[in-house]
């Protein structure tokens, strides 16, 4: 797909850039929150049940909002809505640990999870925009930046906490700095009209002499078969951002209740998960191009079930850092993988790339914000490293599954 005449070169690529910015500081601030879970454990003593009852205000947040997201931003655009957004949410974060009673964290944390859930699908709702600007895969880059988002408010976290300054202006501080960038790239997105008339134009070059490319398909109209196919990427996408989520909200209780780390220690657990998600993500596109997607999606499962694995059977800090590490890096690609497929098989089937995703990704993003609840009612009916073990049940699942789902073949 060649580029349109009305897009240089150096926009396009301010364009990635801002998404990826948009979709670092959700990272960001998704870290930073993550890194105080056991900061308000401590604050109002609660249980790993109670705990859990926490970080399900924020997946209600988030579950209750999709439907009307994805209307708003249709209406607004992806652009605005990504800065919106992403100023809500900078908000919203800076407000969780300033609640003086459990019953307005639960509120609070429930605003959160709709801000994040709203700035996540405009983000990607502007990739989608992006890509088809781009005419080429840009989807791991953007899924990166997420991760080192991750890494980066993970190890500010860290540091804070090593230096014993107040949790209040950590969060404050890290929010302050996040609204301030989305502001000083916030022109740089691009509007849905432009992307349009770019993928027109290239579709007119691309079909020349040849009949005219299928119009786009509805969520609605989309063929039953394809649909089911879509359902079935959702449901194993589902499973792999359980351990993604619990990742993020429970390694950091986990690194000072099981691997009893302490002081910045804490934060380093998820620190080294998103170092592996980020390498892993960055690196993705070359060795999606090098291998099939079946065997890319095995050998991620195998990696990310030994990383965890090892972080569960040994508990250690240094063993358990290495584990996050190697899960981090194994789960990388799984997503990306799942929902590129989506894409295509919507665009073959004569639709456009975010209808056949947003059947996908309806499905996947609720194991994100279900899967850390999920994990922690385990861990108060059993054990932390039960609830976490169990997970890994999911990457099993996928891996069965890829055979008949993935392709094998270069």
Known sequence: MQQATHFSSSSLSKARLGAMTVLFVNGVIYASWGTHVPTIKDKFDLSDANLSLSMLAVALGGILIMAWAGRWIARVGSAWASVKSA????????????MPQ????LFWLALYGAMSAVNDVAANSQGAVIEAAFGRPVIGSLHGSFSLGGMCGALVSSGWQAMGWPNQWHLGVVCACCAVLILLTSGWLLPESSAHAHQAASNAQGTQGDAPAPAPLQDHALPPG???????????????LIVEGAMYDWSAVYM??????GGGFVSAGYAAFSVGMAVGRFSGDPVRARFSEGALVVASCALSFAGLGLALLLPGVWTALAGFLLCGLGTANIIPVMFSSAGRMALASGGSASTGLA???RLAYM???IG???VGFIAHRFDLRIALALSLLGVVAIAASSRRVFSFGR
Do not use: M, N, Q, W
Not at 102 to 105: E, K, W
Not at 226 to 240: E, I, P, S, Y
Not at 256 to 261: C, P, Q, T, Y
């Open 102 to 105: 459990y019953a307005l964290l």
């Open 226 to 240: 394809l649909k089911r196919k879509l359902v079935v990427l959702g449901c194993l996408a589902f499973l792999a």
């Open 372 to 374: 850390p609840v999920i």
């Open 256 to 261: 000072r209740e099981v691997a009893l780390a």
């Open 367 to 369: 194991g994100l914000l």
């Open 87 to 98: 100023l809500l949410l900078s908000l919203a974060a800076f407000g969780i640990l300033l």
């Open 359 to 361: 059947v996908t990704t």
